[in-house]
Every structure is written in C-alpha cells, then in structure tokens.
C-alpha cells in the first residue's frame, strides 16, 4: 500500500514538473494525482496488494459510520436528559466479537465508548468478549449490537 501511495505521488510530481507551468496550480497536481490514480491502479498486480485507494475509501466509511452513530445516540441521550421524568434501567451487557487482532479490538472499544450512552467496561482475557455498559439496556441494547455490528464490519474492511 506505500509502495503504491508512492508511486503515485512521484506520478504526480512528474506531471507537476512536465506541465512546464509558470506556477504551481492546483488543478496541475489534482490532475496529476488523478492520473497517477489510473496508472497505479492499472500496476496494481505487481505489488502484489489490494489497490489503496480502496482502504482510504473504507477509512473514510468508517469515519461517516461513527459520526452517524454519534449523531443518532447524541439525540437519544438528550431526549433522556431533558425529558421530565428519566426512566432508564441501565445494564450490562457482553457482546462477543469477531474481530481478532488487538488493534482491531481496541479500535472497536474506542468508537464505543466514544459514542454516547455507551462505555466498554472491559475486554476479557483472549480478547473476544466485550463488557458493555449500557444507559438503558432493555430498550437500546439491540441499537447498541447493531453498532458494533457496523463497526465491526467497517473496521475489517480497513483493516484486512
């Protein structure tokens, strides 16, 4: 995946270079990075690899998933917060995941916790059980396992 980044910014360095510009424009290097895209794509199966542009593409999806995910238990924790009489039972909950590297775990532990409403208490020994505390577990604990079901799936789309 370097390899490839590198190519194509040496690409693009060359069209900047052969463009014979009195300045450095913008639309020079976009369109130099652009074809040195389509040439690095077309070169993909000598570095032995997936196309990495395919992995920024998955980064940035995984980005838009936990802002989406934020968003929506952001607007349930404020409808809690400001309802009159807060009616919660919170609980904990495992969840068993598929991911296997530790980075992968930790990963999915962060987007979490970092998402309100929700916190990772702890991960066990091998690494595939989370415990998962939630604000109210009878009525979003199947929202919650749906999340990490998306994390899940977005991070191994980065990751592997």
């Known amino acids: ?3 490839q980044f590198l190519l194509n910014l040496f690409i693009t360095l060359l069209w900047v270079l052969l463009k014979d510009e009195t300045g450095l ?3 020079t290097i976009v369109t ?3 074809i040195g895209s389509f040439i690095t794509l077309t070169m993909r199966r000598f570095f032995g690899g997936q196309f990495y542009l ?3 593409f998955a980064m940035v999806k995984l980005v838009l998933i936990f802002i989406s995910e934020t968003l929506q238990s952001s607007v349930v924790v404020i409808k809690h917060v400001v309802s009159p009489k807060i009616t919660i039972e919170p609980g904990i909950f495992t969840y068993k995941t598929i991911l296997t590297s530790d980075w992968e775990v ?3 532990s962060l987007l979490l916790t970092l998402t309100p409403g929700s916190v990772v208490m702890e991960i ?3 690494g595939d059980v989370l415990y998962v ?3 109210d ?3 979003y604990k199947g929202d919650l396992e749906s999340s990490l079901k998306r994390f899940e799936k977005a991070i191994m789309e980065v990751t592997r």
């Open 133 to 135: 505390h939630a604000m």
């Open 54 to 56: 395919i992995r920024v």
């Open 106 to 108: 930790t990963t999915l």
């Open 25 to 27: 424009h913008l639309h």
């Open 1 to 3: 995946m370097a390899g």
């Open 124 to 126: 066990n020994e091998a």
């Open 137 to 139: 577990i009878k009525r």
């Open 32 to 34: 130099g990075f652009i």
